[in-house]
């Protein structure tokens, strides 16, 4: 397994900004782990999608282990790197917060429909943490990590470049900021490779923009795509 590890990160912050005021940027610059690379994006106002293909195509020549991360997430685990190893070995894509299934028409990974009707929790994984710093303001307890799952959240996806090279798999830059992850598990799950999520203790700062125009804009393209 590839042993240097490269956070890809696209945030709106300069570089100098991005290691000073978000919650990634000061959580993980305190590791000085040598085998530790930030691939950032700063001033960054194209779709996720498009950035991070960058990152999967510069890994071709220059093999790493990828996060693909936002910008607003504070880690609390330091043993973080055991555990990304350790899902690796058991997932080829690994998440914080999933679905164990998935169902006609899904607009995201935790709603059954358009109308954002929360899946039965026997079918979620994964805990996140939310607030702007240490404790938590709250913990959202989907369901039981280190499980097999169909979907992901965005937030957080992880997969060794090797992997996504040999499989030819990128992110659609038709999906800039919604739908990109979505389309990115169904991708993965076509190729017949094994999607997880893990326990890693984490803090999101901020929500999803579910519903917005945008969102729905994504939502039929979407549709569209995977003729669901």
Not at 157 to 171: E, G, V, Y
Request: include cysteine.
């Amino acid at each position: 397994m590839t042993l240097k590890i490269r956070l890809v990160i696209a945030t709106r912050e300069s570089e100098d900004n991005f290691f000073k005021k978000t919650a990634t940027g000061r959580s993980f610059s305190i590791y000085n782990f040598p085998f530790l690379e930030f691939r950032l994006f700063p001033n960054n106002t194209k779709g996720l999608s498009s950035q991070y293909n960058i990152a999967i195509s510069e890994s071709i020549s220059d093999p790493a282990i990828l996060i693909f991360i936002h910008d607003d997430v504070h880690m609390l685990d330091y043993y973080w790197v055991d555990q990304i190893l350790s899902s690796l070995k058991k997932f080829d894509v690994v998440g914080l917060a999933g679905n164990k299934r998935r169902v006609s028409k899904q607009p995201a990974w935790a709603f059954v429909d358009d109308k954002l009707t929360w899946d039965k929790s026997e079918n979620l994984s994964g805990i996140v943490g939310h607030g702007n710093g240490f404790p938590p303001n709250n913990l959202s307890v989907f369901g039981p990590p280190c499980q097999e799952v169909k979907l992901l959240d965005g937030l957080m996806i992880i997969a060794d470049s090797k992997t996504l090279n040999q499989h030819n798999i990128k992110f659609d830059e038709r999906f800039d900021f919604h739908f990109y992850d979505l389309d990115f598990c169904r991708q993965i799950e076509a190729k017949g490779l094994k999607m997880g999520t893990w326990s890693l203790p984490v803090i999101h700062e901020s929500g999803g923009n579910f519903g917005s125009e945008g969102w729905r804009r994504g939502y039929q393209k979407y549709i569209e795509k995977w003729k669901d």
